[in-house]
């Protein structure tokens, strides 16, 4: 892939792009601190009000493992849902999924991984056994109506295994999508990769899902998120996974970056002319209303320029 | 392929931060950037001192690195006077600032774009005359923190300018960062009608976070030299807090991804990186330093 070539820099971008908001979920995760209820739920409620249309709210695992998502009822039924909103939570297993269903979750999301070690590390099984367990799910999901999101992790490298094939990585985005998943989001998740990586990985994974089911979860842990975001959207990719505030420290490189912020995504997205239904104000107030509330700064570019001025 | 990466961390970058730093500091860091395989690396400036305090120890800086065979150590000029006092001091290239914005032009430096652009060919022919090259530099090519919207033509007028009174590359610098790829596509259009592709390098500050994608899009314009500073060094003076200039070992992380030789040793760069951030008791602006160093 000679990124020099000249092939890239006219292909037409997609018109309009879906962001799928982690900050509440993958970004409170990822944040030491604990927050309260309330402010999760008004959280929501202003990323609501700035025109996301998926908010990812709320994760259905053992509150013994995650604490900061111990609230997850509390959570889903103390939001105010915006009519035409989604409000996915993350559902491990059956178990989990059927707290979810009856807190009211529509939606669900299930994590995979591309790569057997950190699958091993994180939860325990192979990759396989993981995607059985999962397969538990989508069969629930699809009886009671509700839409699945995969996500497959370590999609351009692993903390532990170093080099992931783009091979395996469409092989666990087609068991996902063949078991149900309306859209398969590709995870960067120690954000090592870049521009050409990102390429060759779409490539093989387009193969085997259509591009329109497939989505980017960049980390900006090395600077390379939106370079990534925007290679991604030159070959047909129009939904982005990302963080208000970048909220969401990388678990594997202490004191690093990693969610890619909403702000400087849709920064980006307005300035090329692409349509997100975000209002970027209204989306700076939200990550300036969690930083405070966090007690810590505001890792978006963005905000950073924008309220110094 | 290939990119040069020119490094503007010792002018540009310590330039635009508050601490001023001994010339010892800036002797070292030169030479650590030039040991990191930096082909060109910007390293002075010979403006007044009294507009510049940072830039006051011009001269001992240019006799006390260490020049490696084969890097150029190029130095800002604002004028005929500052050009006569470099080449003294050893200076075998120097940069020229224009403006793509009028407004820009008269409150950074006084003048009209046009005055400024007759200022400098008196440089350039001067330049001419010692043989000494001259790379000229266009501010505000995707915005101006006075006027707004800059016009593509008009940036495109300016480094036809420079490039015809003799400047061998034209540097396009998004000065305070606003610039996202759609804009530095309609903008690399219209400058490469005026001036080969082959002789325009992109300055891109990172104070919306957009850098990096906007030089990429500008590698697949065929743009094949880019200006960083080592560790992001170099704030944005309009907007107070920000960032300005986008750090040099997240650029060369990108373009080694993409398979792109640029001649530079990332470790030793980070080294450099740290020693300049531990001398301006500072934290690192490069993402790639931040991830590193905690693994």
Redesign the interface.
Known sequence: ????D????GKTLPERVKIVEVGPRDGLQNEKTVVPSEVKIHLIDMLSEAGLSVIEATSFVSPKWVPQMADQVEVMMGIHRRPGVSYPVLTPNLKGFLAAVNAGAAEVAIFGAASELFSKKNINCSVDESLQRFEVVTKAAKEAGVPVRGYVSCVLGCPYEGKVSPDKVAQVAKRLYSMGCYEISLGDTI?V?????MTEMLQAVSREVPVNALAVHCH?????A??N???ALQMGISVVDSSVAGLGG?P??????GNV?TE?VV??L????IQTGVDLPKLMDAGAFICCSLNKKTS???A???C??
Not at 1 to 4: C, D, F, G, I
Not at 193 to 197: I, K, V
Not at 270 to 273: E, I, M, N
């Open positions: 892939h000679n990124v020099q000249g092939a890239s820099a954000g990769g870049t521009p050409g990586g900006d842990t090395y600077g390379q939106l370079a975001i925007l290679i990388c594997y490189a202490q004191g690093a970056s912020a400087d920064y980006m307005h300035g090329l002319g978006s570019k963005v950073q320029a924008t110094k001025l």
